[in-house]
């Protein structure tokens, strides 16, 4: 659990945004299907009643009525009549219409909602809502242009049970569909993360092993790949291979100063016994002490250089390469060493001139005193 809460922890995260998003679309989905379908139901009853209306015509009297459509319904009005088609109580889409005066009065049709809007005068063509027993209906008002009539009205009319049915349904398989979408998106998250982890995991086991046991030549394999995380897994290869650098120069210090100290380190320890074997004259006595500090001096510098040359090796930025003479350095350091005059050693030079190199003044001052001591 440990090594995968990572994983875990982002595929929760990848889960409840998911969860939002998720969420958030279906009610937005929800609120456009809902307009959509109210926007089709009112163009439905908007048809559905310019239609019939056309069906309606006017006749000064009961043989012309028969003449301009011998099967319609004739109803009596202001001493004339009016002809409807006998498919006007057709129901299409749940649209039903009714004709009314301007005073209210309903005249022909089938209204659900007659008894509630009984003697309610016209005013403004216009569509709004009403409801009644637990119901909600569209209600188009449209006024009658038919030629001799004035005042009267034609009233459509339409339930929204039906768009109440569609987005039922629409829930209903939205309930049945994302919980399946949703499972299958968070097992495709869980082992995506799983995928992008690997490099972490692979990182991860590499410095447990490297931890474990002292094995610093092991890398992380992660394979070809973009991305931080493969940028990652290079970058802890390239500390990988500087710790290595530094554990190597470190033996490498070791051995060698073992080596390099042993001879001085004899000397000094035979010096002791041999003094301290028998009596000696304060001179003898003083003789060893020399030869001890002599010794001691040696130590010192041989763990001088070998410090430095170690840290040479590892910060070789601190030691910057520039042109430089050469032989004027030589000369000076000649010049120097040449009034210490020890054990009646002459010390002569005869250098070339203008010896140009790219070198670090620091390290060729330490060479050329060291080659001239060790003569």
Known sequence: MKKRSIQIRTTILYAL??????????LIFRTISISVLQKTIRSYLVSATDENANKISYAVSREEADKVDPGSILIAHDDAYLAIDDDFMDIINDVTCSLYTQAGEMLYGENPLARQMEGAAFDVSRIYQMASEGTTYYVYDRKLIVEGVEDL????MVPLTESVRQMSDITRIL???????????????????GRMLKPIRSMEKTAEEITKGSDLT?????GKGEGELYDLAGTFNEMLDKLENAFAAEQRFTSDASHELRTPMSVIMAQAELTLSADRT??????????????????????????DYTRMEQRRENYPLVPMDLS??????ADDMALLREKNIT??????????????RVLLTRLIQNLISNA
Do not use: C, H, K
């Open 17 to 26: 945004l998911l969860l939002v998003m998720v969420t958030l679309t279906v």
């Open 153 to 156: 009205w034609i009233r459509g």
């Open 175 to 193: 309930i049945f569909i994302l919980p399946f979408l949703f499972v299958l998106a968070l097992t495709a998250g869980f082992f995506l993360t």
């Open 218 to 222: 092991r890398r992380i394999d992660v």
């Open 282 to 307: 304060e001179e003898e006595y003083r003789d060893a002490l020399r030869v001890i500090r002599r010794q001691g001096g040696r130590m010192n510098a041989l763990i001088n250089d070998m410090l």
């Open 328 to 333: 004027q350095l030589a000369g000076n350091i």
């Open 347 to 360: 010390l002569t030079a005869d250098i070339a001139p203008d010896i140009s190199v790219m070198g670090n």
